[in-house]
């Protein structure tokens, strides 16, 4: 099987049509995957386990997938895009530039404190998949790709804003926001430091002190009332 583009989620009229039968239980079965996943990791899933919680023949599950591969790429996927549903696409609602930037970490930070207690797809997969090249691995580097990326242009609109220095080097500072979200998994998960939470919140307020210009503050943009999600991580503007 050939790799898969990173995973997105394509939003279409097609998309609000009923699902058939067959879309519905293959859509189940992810769920319940993902559910499996992000307690025991990737490489934990099984077809005959997802059997056993769907209580369908194993021959039933590997109809819809195919191969244990292609159940996880599919799993994979589906957390992307959920991902985008609470973290990027709301905070498209945001001003463009520092607001939208803060939005976005504020997304992520919330969806991270649910985690702390479930466990987090990309993390683990990071962890299982590191040295494994192929289309599972694929799948995830291409997801965390593309979301570092509209990090990367969020950073790069607040220079344009005005908001952050000039010469602010985008890739920098998307690296030490990321790596405040995977300090905090470590402290909150494996050392349970209590205050790891606002420690993180503290760490990006520095970060954005360090790289924002001196002018005036940025004011916080209340979102409108209503907004479309209608563009992809991948070609937000």
Known sequence: MSPQPPARRL????????????????AAIVD??????????????SIGALAEVMQMSKSGVFAHFGSREELQISVVREYHARFEDEVFYPAMAFGRG?????????????????EI??????????????????PVRDALAGSVNTWLSAMRRAIEMAVAEGHLHPGTDAAQMAFEIHALILALHYEARFL????????????????VGRFSTAATPVPETPPPARSRKTTRVATQG
């Open 11 to 26: 939003r279409s009229d097609s998309a609000s049509r009923p699902l058939q039968k067959g879309q519905q239980t293959k």
């Open 32 to 45: 319940a995957a993902l559910g499996l996943a992000t307690q025991i990791g990737l490489e934990g899933l």
């Open 98 to 114: 520092l607001p939208r930037l803060r939005a976005m970490f504020d997304n992520w930070m919330k969806r991270t404190s649910v």
């Open 117 to 134: 207690d479930s466990g987090c797809i990309y993390i683990s997969g990071a962890v299982q998949f590191e040295d494994r090249p192929g």
């Open 192 to 207: 349970g430091s209590p205050d790891s939470l606002q420690r993180a919140l503290t760490a990006f307020d520095g970060i």
